[in-house]
């Protein structure tokens, strides 16, 4: 956990977000600036700046708990049937704002290829 880190204060309960769903490994909580009907974020508690350092710094079975979570909400917000997205942003360049990782789960309206 990082103090400064706005995700670990969450995940600490330093400030006060409510979970839609969570795992021993994760939480998921509401985008606040939704760019879909359905726009969630999964959020690792364990502290990692990005997906690259996520790679090097732990242990990647937790990976399969983050990804299961993520599966999870996905059937929980109904997008099973129609598809989802589900992205990651890393760095500056890659659209990355908040230093942890975590995971955008969009859903409830087609999207296309390239992204726009």
Known sequence: ??????????????????????????????????????????????HAKDMVSWSLEGPLSEWGEVMALSVQAATGSNLMGDGFRLVINTGGHGGQT?????????????????PG
């Open 1 to 46: 956990m990082e103090a400064d880190c706005l995700f670990c204060k969450m995940v600490r309960g330093e400030i006060a977000v409510t979970p839609v769903f969570q795992n021993d490994s994760a939480i998921v909580i509401r985008d606040i600036a939704p760019k879909a009907p359905v726009h969630l974020l999964v959020i690792p508690r364990r």
């Open 98 to 114: 908040v230093d942890h990782l975590h995971l955008h789960l969009l859903g409830g309206r087609p999207f296309s290829w390239p």
